[in-house]
């Protein structure tokens, strides 16, 4: 039976995340989480992308068509890619 915990969901939601130069919409983490099980505000999603910045290295930057829409992605280093890869 799996449990679904916020740490689980969080990394999950850093799974989600493509490595530069590759981004992701807040949108595309939503419906991905929501496939896992997740169903989740998008609110909360940016809410906690942005502490998920405070401790990884996740970056953001606006969509040039539209700037609310943030797009997301993370920098790969030695400890995130190998901790991700476990997650897969």
């Known amino acids: 039976m ?3 915990t ?3 969901r969080l990394l ?6 493509p490595a530069k130069p590759e981004y992701t919409s807040t ?6 989480l929501y496939r896992h099980g997740y169903n989740i505000h998008i609110r909360s999603i940016q809410r ?4 998920l910045k405070k401790i ?8 040039k068509k539209n700037k ?8 790969y280093n030695v400890f995130t890619e ?4 476990e997650l897969k």
């Open 2 to 4: 799996f449990i679904k």
């Open 6 to 8: 916020t740490t689980l």
């Open 12 to 17: 999950l939601m850093l799974a989600c995340i």
């Open 27 to 32: 949108e595309n983490i939503q419906n991905q």
């Open 48 to 51: 906690d992308l942005n502490s």
């Open 56 to 63: 990884f290295p996740v970056f953001s930057k606006r969509y």
């Open 68 to 75: 609310t829409v943030k797009l997301w992605s993370l920098e």
């Open 82 to 85: 190998k901790f991700l890869k």
